[in-house]
């Protein structure tokens, strides 16, 4: 089965979507941190999408052939330095979430609205 | 010449060592070293601001210069705009590191690491030629503002601020990834050169879509309505010296970023449209809800973040109006805000260091023994209100001739702004009135973040206040700033040069003809503006004198609930409202464009 060439990118507007849609309705700290992680999927999709193509290796040369196809490295280097920016600040959400919970006793949003007006 | 990388690796390098020593060393070595390495940062940022008046350079990394058309390095450009904005955040920084000296709490030894690391990335964003770099400037000066935004870690409030601030920041990031991702596949470029050639003359749905979801990413971080609602609550929470950091350059950063972007790479694409007007429509919106909700504060971190706001608004309606004047006056109303908001925060710093409150209500009458923190706060207030003999007078008298009708934008935000401070200061130093309504936003428990059990308040605290303050004024009467400003803004909008640059190396500035200014009717404007300040404060804080019906100030100052709920403390909500701004924005451009 083959799919259409722009397939992806649907795929990454609806995931793009499904995380908003968490983050705003999110009724637990946790449950949000992972809806941003969904929305940061998107972005490995498109990026992927962006670079892929058919029929082609990975971008490591050794061992192919001279003017083999091979998929774009530059959105594959983009994508890890996402990867890695966003585990540092997924890390740093969920450190706050645990200590949201340790001094705040809660971990809903609904809850921790000490900042208002 | 140093080298320009140097003004990301040294705070990098500082940084690192003092996190992996931070138990080993004692306190004033940090302090020192942290200082000594802000003020290096801001030498070479100022010499390469001196150097770019005359020369725009650029840097490529590990020596990687284009071949042909095709950029095949990663570069830093080094131009007049780009190297002030840094000078600026290697300043602030500095001040914001003296002002710790010794007695701020440190957060278990990150707070200098952390300073530092946001330093490092705010220089790199300032003069970054390349969109990805951008991005990651942009994240990294982001994760080290969350962690330094929830530094008091064992109250939940900073916690809930660092955390509404981490949410919204971080969709803002995704939708600029979205973006870059967008322009990476229509161009196959990265650097912002290559991208402003190939795109041209080309305005097709691809590039408008990249262009809203770029844009969107940049204002949140610029705290443009109704991108703006995590601001007041990351300010509230946020220890002072980083509340400076934060007013005085980071959110300006933001929207340098969604300048730079349209100056290099949409400025092709979207000449002779009226893209430009959004900027000014959001800017004017922005700078009128900031200042109404800064009249309605009590909280004294959360008055000044939403008078960030509202300037903050008022810079990009300078952006939009898209003229060489209007930039030139943009960039003197960049460093003389940033100034004197950060003197306005020390000022508070010093009030919560002593009372250890922020609410206005309940300093009430206790500062009429700051003898020296008084008029400070006092001076700052007229020089928000842009008054004469600050820069920013100086500033909307470059601004507002370019478009008349921006003279009553920036008479009431001003106005308001300055009316709040100056209100506050009424209160507080000289005891006039009575105490104000009380607020639920200024209840905000605040633990003292410094660890000086006499609470005494010393040279080292208020000299901060007193540079940022004075340096304002000097700034407002030195002839010198609006011929920098003029030569940086002509370099920043000439994209040709800036092609030149990347391509050739470096492109020799044109020098600017001096403008005859309407200086005389600026002045009268900026007297009006501090005189109008001044009467609204009293206004509001004698309103019990004043019959019923003419108490205004005060109705703006106490009933403005429905509104206020609006900042609800949910980061949901939050980013509701950055999904419907982005939607808007969308329809607005693609209305405009095709």
Same mark, same amino acid.
């Given at each position: ?7 992806? +990118? ?41 670079? =892929?193509?058919?029929?082609? +290796? ?60 | ?7 990301? @690796? ?33 030498? $070479? ?53 003296? +002002? ?124 443009? =309505? ?92 300078? =952006? ?10 943009? =960039? ?227 009933? $403005? ?31 405009? @464009?095709?």
């Amino acid at each position: 089965m083959s799919f259409p060439a722009d397939y992806p +990118y649907f795929v990454a507007a609806w995931i793009l979507l499904c995380g908003l849609y968490g983050i705003v309705r999110s009724r637990h700290l946790v449950h949000m941190v992972i809806s941003l992680t969904v929305v940061q999927s998107s972005t490995y999709v498109l990026l992927l999408a962006i670079g =892929f193509r058919r029929a082609a +290796y990975a971008p490591v040369f050794a061992g192919l052939p001279v003017g083999a196809r091979v998929v774009d490295p530059i959105v594959q280097a983009l994508m890890l330095t996402d990867v890695v920016v966003e585990t540092t600040v997924v890390a740093l959400l969920l450190a706050m979430v645990v200590k949201a919970h340790e001094k705040g006793g809660t971990t809903s949003p609904d809850d921790l609205r000490f900042l208002r007006g | 010449m140093p080298s320009p990388a140097l003004l990301v @690796a040294v705070p990098l390098i500082v940084a690192a060592l003092l996190g992996a020593l931070r138990r080993l060393i004692p306190r004033w070595t940090a302090d020192l070293l942290s200082i000594l390495t802000a003020a290096g940062n801001l030498t $070479m940022a100022c010499w390469w601001t001196a150097h770019a008046l005359h020369r725009t350079q650029v840097y490529w990394f590990g020596g990687w210069f284009p071949r042909g058309r095709m950029v095949l390095g990663i570069g830093f450009t080094m131009d007049g705009y780009g190297c002030a904005l840094a000078a600026l955040a290697a300043l602030l920084t500095t001040l914001a590191l003296i +002002y710790s000296w010794k007695h701020f709490e440190s957060g278990g030894g990150h707070f200098h690491p952390l300073m530092l690391v946001f330093l490092a990335a705010m220089s790199g964003f300032a003069v970054s030629g390349d969109l990805f770099n951008l991005f990651v400037f942009f994240e990294l000066m982001s994760t080290a503002a969350f962690a330094l935004c929830g530094l008091k870690t064992h109250e939940p409030a900073p916690l809930a601020g660092a955390f509404n601030f981490a949410v919204t920041n971080s969709v803002a990031a995704f939708l600029m990834l979205t973006g870059i991702a967008f322009l990476y596949s229509a161009t196959g470029a990265l650097n912002l050169a290559q991208l402003g050639q190939a795109l041209a003359g080309r305005h097709d749905r691809l590039v408008l879509a990249a262009f809203v979801f770029l844009t969107t990413g940049f204002l949140v971080k610029a705290a443009e =309505f109704p991108f703006h609602f995590w601001l007041p609550d990351a300010h509230a929470v946020s220890p002072t010296p980083v509340c400076v950091l934060f007013s005085g350059i980071m959110v300006q950063l933001g929207l340098f970023g969604a300048m730079r972007l349209y100056a290099t790479v949409f400025q092709g694409c979207f000449a002779g449209t009226r893209i430009p007007w959004i900027f000014v429509v959001i800017g004017a919106a922005t700078a009128l809800w900031g200042a109404m909700m800064c009249f309605a504060e009590h909280h004294l971190k959360r008055l000044l973040a939403f008078s960030t706001i509202s300037h903050t608004g008022l810079m990009t309606l300078a =952006f939009g109006l898209w003229s060489k004047a209007a930039l030139a006056g943009l =960039f003197i109303y960049l460093v003389g805000h940033g100034l004197v908001k950060a003197g306005l925060f020390f000022c508070a710093g010093i009030l919560l260091h002593r009372f250890e409150t922020m609410s206005e209500p309940a300093l009430f009458r206790r500062g009429r023994a700051l003898h020296w923190t008084a008029p400070l706060w006092f001076l700052g207030g007229l020089g928000l209100a842009g008054a004469p003999g600050f820069a920013l007078a100086i500033a909307e008298a470059h601004v507002t001739p370019v478009a008349p009708w921006t003279e009553a934008i920036f008479f009431i935000a001003g106005t308001l702004t300055g009316a709040a401070v100056l209100r506050v200061g009424l209160r507080v130093f000289i005891g006039l009135g009575d105490a104000g309504p009380v607020d639920r936003s200024a209840t905000v428990d605040e633990k003292p973040e410094t660890n000086d059990p006499g609470r005494l308040v010393n040279t080292v605290l208020y000299f901060p206040a007193l540079a940022c303050i004075g340096g304002c004024m000097v700034l407002g009467f030195w002839n010198g700033i609006a011929g920098i400003a003029r030569a940086s803004a002509a370099s920043f909008v000439n994209f040709s040069g800036y092609v030149h640059m990347v391509y050739a190396g470096a492109t020799v500035v044109a020098q600017p003809a001096p403008v005859q200014s309407a200086l005389l009717k600026g002045v009268l404007w900026a007297g009006l503006r501090g005189v109008a300040a001044a009467a609204v404060a009293l206004w509001a804080v004698l309103h019990l004198r004043i019959p019923r019906p003419l108490r205004w100030p005060s109705h703006l100052e106490g009933s $403005m609930r429905p509104v206020r709920e609006l900042q609800s403390g949910h980061p949901g909500d939050y980013v509701a409202w950055l999904t419907l701004g982005c939607a808007l924005l969308g329809a607005a451009v693609f209305w405009l @464009a095709l």
